[in-house]
């Protein structure tokens, strides 16, 4: 297992509601090991690389309306 931490500034978390919706969006994804979102927009993710990667990750937060921050 090859284990990785990112830490990713997102948009469309304003509220608790939303980063349910983000634990939502990331629920029984595959290899995911950890996810961690505050109100800032800051999310944590460990993945293990074998099985998934970080593009896959900010796939299924997109698609549950959370895009990566174009600072």
Known sequence: MTEYTDTLQVTGIRCERCVNRLALALEGHEGLLAANANLM?????????DVTDRDALVAAMARGGFHLRED
Do not use: H, Y
Not at 41 to 49: A, K, Y
């Open 41 to 49: 927009g800051r999310v944590i993710l460990t993945w293990d690389e």
